[in-house]
T-cell receptor, first 115, second 113 residues
Framework: GENVEQHPSTLSVQEGDSAVIKCTYS??????FPWYKQELGKRPQLIID?????GEKKDQRIAVTLNKTAKHFSLHITETQPEDSAVYFC??????????????FGRGTQLTVWP | DADVTQTPRNRITKTGKRIMLECSQT?????MYWYRQDPGLGLRLIYY???????NKGEISDGYSVSRQAQAKFSLSLESAIPNQTALYFC????????????FGEGSRLTVL
């Protein structure tokens, strides 16, 4: 099955700085890469995703990039704010026709943004 | 609001006891999942079900069993709980469409003494 590795496990940044979280995957058939954010004491929620036919996707201060050749994808958060502090999970899956298979998650990154 | 509901939210039990965690959803999704979360280990899949007649093992199914009673209900059982099953458990659902977004319940914190 798929193996997703995520780095770093913890990340501390000053408010206003950028944060980058990186993930690698092993299965070349994977073509769907979501990112989930889990605030303290809350449930994980999808914040952004990217498909393999796209190299980059942006949504306000967050962006995700994908390098299919190298099998890695990254989450970029610019102008970080204290409310960005959370655990972030990357994941990978593959489509079979129009059906998405199960997700494989990385181990998570604890991001702390200091005011 | 359509949601994913887990019961109980917190449970303390003793080694050897049978425990059931229940999940119900009003999202109309066919797919349901049980994940376990431990610090530093992320979200690990225990079992998943893509429809009422479909049950699949995840990467850590040993010591657990599941039942898909209806499209909207998916329960997780620990037949004989042990201390290393102490964790936060999440139920999740997703639709069959191309997006595949997971919608998580609020979690069930289980402590096995």
């Amino acid at each position: 099955g798929e193996n997703v590795e995520q780095h770093p496990s913890t990340l501390s940044v000053q408010e206003g700085d950028s944060a980058v979280i990186k993930c690698t995957y092993s299965d070349s058939a994977s073509n769907y890469f979501p990112w989930y954010k889990q605030e303290l004491g809350k449930r994980p929620q999808l914040i952004i995703d990217i498909r393999s036919n796209v190299g980059e996707k942006k949504d306000q201060r967050i962006a995700v990039t994908l390098n299919k050749t190298a099998k890695h994808f990254s989450l970029h958060i610019t102008e970080t704010q204290p409310e960005d502090s959370a655990v972030y999970f990357c994941a990978a899956s593959s489509h079979r026709g129009s059906t998405l298979g199960r997700l494989y998650f990385g181990r998570g990154t604890q991001l702390t943004v200091w005011p | 609001d359509a949601d994913v509901t887990q019961t109980p939210r917190n449970r303390i039990t003793k080694t050897g006891k049978r425990i059931m965690l229940e999940c119900s959803q009003t999202k109309g999704h066919d797919r349901m999942y049980w994940y376990r979360q431990d610090p530093g280990l992320g979200l690990r899949l225990i079992y998943y079900s893509f429809d009422v007649k479909d049950i699949n093992k995840g990467e850590i199914s040993d010591g657990y069993s599941v039942s898909r009673q209806a499209q909207a209900k998916f329960s997780l059982s620990l037949e004989s709980a042990i201390p290393n099953q102490t964790a936060l458990y999440f139920c999740a659902t997703s639709g069959q469409g191309y997006t595949g977004e997971l919608f998580f319940g609020e979690g069930s914190r289980l402590t096995v003494l």
